[in-house]
């Protein structure tokens, strides 16, 4: 009976693991052609500047719009795309399609701010990136300044020489480089000084506790102070309130980032914030290569 009951357990089991294998096996199938189906797209959030609230830049966030379900958020496909080379064609693509953004709001005379990408760490790791970026500056002819690479402290601490002359190459494009959700990785403050960054984003974690607990904003703190004893701007992650933005402002964060200023939404929703600023196009007259 405990054998038969072993056996039924173990029966239930398989199946129970050839489901979920299979659910696995339909979304990366899914996704291995979301790119040639035309399923991915950038969502753009804005960063203000932390004294006068100015937009002065915007991160893309991808999103997948996969046929039959709704908007599917990076979390939940991000980590199986970087299981395999997929990561390596979506990261990419997703360069490409912020350059791509870029171009078309130059093309249409409307004002632009810098755009921030995220890179996974796969794709740090492949060794080609500032080439990617390369080409994809090229391409649609982008002022390398308007493009922010993102990149995090776990990418930094498997081989830091390796990192550091890959950030270099990055950093000699034009690029701007920023370490995102500083403070949750395990990356050595003795590094920090070697990695040619700037800007040092605050993890959402730590803007969270301001208000939240007494001495919630004792790591704000910190990390505002360690950022610019570095010469780094730093940027707070995950403002959504008016407390954390007074906050912060009256601790000299640079820019702010939240849905207290603005949630993750399609492109023409951050036009529509950039032309009530009621800015000129700051790329009129400007020479490009
Ligand atoms: P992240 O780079 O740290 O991006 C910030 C995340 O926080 C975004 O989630 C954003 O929507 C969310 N967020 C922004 N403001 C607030 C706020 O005030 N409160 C709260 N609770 N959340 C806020 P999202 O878009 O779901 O992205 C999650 C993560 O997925 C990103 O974290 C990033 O690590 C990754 N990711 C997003 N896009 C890409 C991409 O193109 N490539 C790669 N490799 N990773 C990406
Ligand atoms: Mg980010
Ligand atoms: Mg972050
Ligand atoms: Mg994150």
Same mark, same amino acid.
């Not at 002819?141 to 830091?160: A, F, K, N, S, Y």
């Not at 070697?194 to 730590?206: E, V, Y």
């Not at 208000?211 to 703190?221: H, K, R, S």
């Given at each position: 009976?405990?054998?038969?009951?072993?056996?039924?357990?173990?029966?239930?089991?398989?199946?129970?693991?050839?489901?979920?294998?299979?659910?696995?096996?339909?979304?990366?199938?899914?996704?291995?052609?979301?790119?040639?189906?035309?399923?991915?797209?950038?969502?753009?959030?804005?960063?203000?500047?932390?004294?006068?609230?100015?937009?002065?830049?915007?991160?893309?966030?991808?999103?997948?719009?996969?046929?039959?379900?709704?908007?599917?958020?990076?979390?939940?496909?991000?980590?199986?795309?970087?299981?395999?080379?997929?990561? @390596?064609? =979506?990261?990419?693509?997703?360069?490409?399609? #912020?350059? %791509? &953004?870029?171009? $078309?709001?130059?093309? *249409?005379? @409307?004002? =632009?701010?810098?755009?921030?990408?995220?890179? #996974?760490? %796969? &794709?740090?790791? $492949?060794?080609?990136? *500032?080439?990617?970026?390369?080409?994809?500056?090229?391409?649609?002819?982008?002022?390398? &300044?308007?493009?922010?690479?993102?990149?995090?402290?776990?990418?930094?601490?498997?081989?830091?020489?390796?990192?550091?002359?890959?950030?270099?190459?990055?950093?000699?494009?034009?690029?701007?480089?920023?370490?995102?959700?500083?403070?949750?990785?395990?990356?050595?403050?003795?590094?920090?000084?070697?990695?040619?960054?700037?800007?040092?984003?605050?993890?959402?974690?730590?803007?969270?506790?301001?208000?939240?607990?007494?001495?919630?904003?004792?790591?704000?703190?910190?990390?505002?102070?360690?950022?610019?004893?570095?010469?780094?701007?730093?940027?707070?992650?995950?403002?959504?309130?008016?407390?954390?933005?007074?906050?912060?402002?009256?601790?000299?964060?640079?820019?702010?980032?939240?849905?207290?200023?603005?949630?993750?939404?399609?492109?023409?929703?951050?036009?529509?914030?950039?032309?009530?600023?009621?800015?000129?196009?700051?790329?009129?007259?400007?020479?490009?290569?």
């Amino acid at each position: 009976r405990a054998k038969e009951q072993g056996r039924n357990q173990f029966c239930f089991y398989t199946q129970d693991m050839t489901a979920e294998a299979r659910t696995k096996l339909d979304l990366e199938s899914a996704l291995s052609r979301a790119i040639e189906r035309d399923e991915l797209l950038l969502h753009y959030q804005p960063q203000v500047d932390g004294s006068s609230g100015t937009i002065t830049g915007a991160e893309a966030l991808l999103r997948w719009q996969r046929s039959g379900s709704g908007l599917v958020a990076p979390g939940q496909f991000i980590p199986l795309a970087e299981r395999s080379s997929l990561i @390596l064609d =979506i990261g990419a693509w997703v360069i490409d399609a #912020a350059c %791509r &953004q870029l171009r $078309a709001w130059m093309d *249409d005379g @409307l004002p =632009i701010v810098r755009v921030a990408v995220n890179v #996974a760490a %796969r &794709q740090f790791a $492949a060794g080609d990136l *500032d080439q990617v970026v390369a080409r994809a500056l090229q391409r649609h002819r982008i002022d390398p &300044q308007w493009l922010e690479i993102e990149i995090t402290e776990g990418m930094l601490i498997v081989e830091p020489g390796a990192a550091i002359a890959m950030l270099k190459r990055i950093k000699a494009l034009g690029v701007k480089l920023s370490l995102d959700d500083f403070g949750t990785g395990y990356s050595s403050l003795a590094y920090l000084q070697q990695f040619p960054i700037d800007s040092l984003k605050i993890d959402q974690s730590f803007t969270r506790r301001i208000g939240e607990q007494p001495d919630g904003g004792a790591l704000v703190d910190a990390v505002i102070a360690l950022a610019h004893r570095l010469n780094l701007r730093v940027v707070a992650e995950g403002v959504e309130t008016a407390q954390q933005s007074d906050y912060l402002r009256e601790r000299g964060c640079d820019e702010m980032q939240g849905y207290h200023f603005g949630r993750p939404a399609p492109a023409e929703t951050l036009q529509q914030s950039l032309a009530a600023q009621g800015e000129p196009p700051q790329h009129e007259g400007r020479a490009l290569p």
